[in-house]
Structure formats: C-alpha cells, structure tokens
C-alpha cells in the first residue's frame, strides 16, 4: 500500500491522503488569501470524505470534472455538510479562479455519492492489484457523522483517523473506536495542548454570559457553523440561556434534526433548537438584537465575515459587552488580531474593541492526553503524524516513547 500526503501533511487545512494513486481519503481546502488546495489535482477511482468541515472537504466537487465520476463515500451527516460548505464557497468565490469547481459540480454528487452507517464495511474499487480495499467508517467524536476510517487491502490495515475527540460533547460523544491497524494516519492538531475540562469552561462561559446580561450587556459569542454553533445552543439551554442564533449554523441545526442517530442526546439538541431565536437578518433585525442586552451566536468563528460583522460594530465600544472566542482563531484571522491586540478591521478601518473580549476553550480535537490515549492501542503499528502544526515534534515524542513514527511531508509518498 503506498500512501501520498497532497495536503494536510506538517500543516492544518487541504487535508488530502492518496492511497495507491486509486482511493482518495478527504480533499479539503486551506481557507488562506487566497484559498490553497492539495497540491496536485488527482483522479481516484474512489473517494472517502471523514467528514464535513471546509479543511477535509471543502475541495470534492472539483474532483467531478470533465467525465471523471470517483464514487464518493461519507456518512449522511457529512453528505449535507459538503453541499452547505461548496453551496457557500460558491457564493464566496464561485466567478473567479479562486474555486475550482462550479455548481454543475456539486449537482454531480447526487450521482457518485454513496452513504454510510457507522461500522458498516463496504467494498471500495482499486487497488494495486486490482482486488480493491473493504473500508469501514467509525464513530470519530468530533462533529456529527465525523469517522476514523479502515482501508484493508487484504495485506495492510489502514486506519486515518480523521479530526477526532476522545471526551464526549455535548453533541456529540467522544470515540470508543480504536480497529485493529497496522498503519495510523493520525492528526496532531493540539498535540501540544491540555484543554481545560470541559464541565468548567461550559460553567464559566456560562457565567460571563449571565454576568453580562445582568450588568445591561450584550454577549456575541462567535461560532463555527457546524458544531460550534451547535455544542453552545446545547450549552446554553442547560445553563437557562436562550440565544439568538444567526449565520450558516442555522441552516446546519435544521439538517442536524434528521439525523438524531449521529447525535448524542437528540432530545437535548431538539430542546436546544426550540428555545433558540433564529435571527432573518431584515429589516435592520441585527442592529436592534445586538441592543437587546442578548446572547447572540453567529458566525464566522474567526471574524473572517459573515453577520458577526453586523453585531461587533454595535457592541464594540462599550466595557459592558463581551465578545466570547470559543474556537481557535488562525494566525492572520481578524480573530486574532482581536484576541492578541484587541483590536479590529471592521469595513476597511482598524477599530479599538472596549467590549470585554474572553477566550474558552471548546475545542472538538483530542489534547496531547486525548492523542496519547488512543494511540496506547498503537503501540505495535507504524504511526503517520499529520493535520498540525507541530507534527514532526509529536512524531518525535512518540518515537522517543517507543513507537515507529514519523511526520510526512507534503509531497512525500510512503510505501506502507
């Protein structure tokens, strides 16, 4: 089995693994100024998306072109995912050469794609022989219908574990899965983290949240549209909150619904959507919400664009609002900018942020114990580090720990 890192090798983005020039696993895109993709454009005979986030899938449409038709397979979950993120790229870039795909593109899915329960092997053609692989799709942790998955050659087990949490979430429960392997393509995205534990950061999210209402404040707490959004609908309907939600998560929660059985705790989602506003955005709605001494959830997580440039304006200039980051914010991203300097370019001009601007942890990736944990039942296999930006070091780690590893590089073809 030989394997092709095109993409997420020693780095976070365009995940892309290439597995014997025939099966390709996930096909993201680097969300960058401008985007950046895997760095060659391949023809699979298959493909197999672990699940829907922009970095591991935000590219698949692209692979349709011409007459090429690689059957695509993934979870439901993640089938509606991908044609939210390309419907939105599409929007974002789709007349300019920034996309690579067009919307006859993401029509095309219909026609290739084939869906997946968890633990459901299926036959996937290729192979260096010809005979093909079985692959099989596990419960991964991260976001709904996230998955680990198995390629078996007959003579390797491959195991790619995708983005994965080993705690549960509120959404979604953390990983049980560990199949025997003789390879693990393993990410490394916070391999040098400890998260903080999960019940405080929720409390003390909560307790800003409620602080600052009852001071006369607002609370913008923005979110990553799937999952993020989500996990703190869920938060704060525990906690008695009631939100406002706005951005591309509420399109995202309506698709969650028909899919309970990727859910944790269904009744808790469907209570935390009922209490949850749904913010339209007419008629000047976000300019008196963000007056409204609310929560309001919205995207983009970073502060790359979306409705939270509607709400930060609004709330920017007094002490008694806060800005809640629950997500990590990229080097280069307003997010950043806002979390390091406490500042922000909003239309063009940089602005001084007095809101109360506060960082919590909510993380959907396994910490440096989470990774250690699941890779104790890899002691035996060879270990593939990737998806992060200090792989090499892990890898490193690892190998100091007894393990055979290593970190690819982008490019590199590894004979497994």
């Known amino acids: 089995m030989e394997v092709e890192f095109l ?3 020693r780095e976070v983005g365009r995940s892309a693994v290439l597995i014997d020039d025939a099966l390709l696993i996930d096909y993201g895109l680097l969300t960058a100024d401008p985007p950046q993709y895997p760095i060659r454009d391949p023809e699979p005979d298959a493909v197999v998306v672990s699940h829907g986030h922009l970095d591991h899938v935000g590219a698949v449409p692209a692979l349709l072109k011409g007459d090429r038709r690689p059957a695509v397979h993934w979870t439901p979950p993640t089938a509606e995912l991908a044609r939210t993120l390309a419907r939105d790229t599409l929007k974002l870039h ?3 050469p920034l996309c690579p795909f067009s919307s006859e593109h993401v029509a095309r899915l219909g026609e290739v794609e084939e869906r997946h329960a968890y633990r459901e092997s299926f036959d996937v053609a ?11 799709l596990f419960n991964a942790g991260h976001i709904p219908g ?4 198995l390629v078996d050659d007959g003579d390797t087990r491959l195991l790619y574990t995708g983005d994965f949490h080993t705690d549960d979430q509120r959404l979604v429960s953390g990983t049980m899965a560990r199949p025997d392997a003789d390879v693990v393509i393993c990410e490394a995205t916070y391999a040098d983290v400890t998260h903080e534990e999960r019940a405080a950061v929720e409390r003390r999210w909560a307790e800003r949240v409620k602080t600052t209402i009852w001071e006369g404040g607002t609370v913008v707490a923005p979110a990553f549209a799937i999952g993020r959004t989500q996990e703190l609908m869920c938060v704060a309907d525990a906690n008695d909150l009631t939100p406002y939600v706005d951005g591309m998560g509420i399109e995202v929660t309506r698709m969650l619904r028909h899919h309970p059985e990727f859910l944790r ?3 808790a989602f469907r209570r935390a959507k009922g209490a949850a506003r749904f913010v339209t955005g007419r008629d000047g709605q976000r300019e008196r919400i963000a007056a409204d001494n609310a929560l309001i959830v919205t995207t983009s997580g970073m502060l790359a664009g979306g409705p939270v440039h509607s709400y930060l304006p609004e709330i920017r200039g007094s002490p008694t609002n806060a800005i809640t980051l629950t997500g990590y914010q990229v080097e280069g991203t307003p997010g950043r900018e806002l979390q390091e300097h406490g500042r922000l370019a909003i239309n063009g001009t940089v602005r001084p942020v007095s809101a109360r601007v506060e960082s ?3 993380s ?3 910490d440096r114990e989470g990774l250690e944990s699941f890779l104790d039942s890899y002691r035996d296999a060879r270990v593939l580090v990737n998806h992060g930006d200090r792989c090499a070091a892990f890898a490193a780690d690892l190998r100091a720990d007894g393990y055979t590893a290593s970190a690819p590089e982008l490019g590199e073809r590894i004979e497994a």
Request: no cysteine; glycine share 26%.
């Open 7 to 9: 993409g997420g090798a």
């Open 94 to 96: 789709g007349n300019s």
């Open 126 to 136: 290729g192979g260096i022989e010809g005979e093909g692989y079985a692959v099989t």
């Open 146 to 149: 996230s998955a680990h998955v």
């Open 265 to 267: 705790d269904p009744g």
């Open 360 to 362: 919590f942890d909510f």
């Open 364 to 366: 959907a990736h396994a």
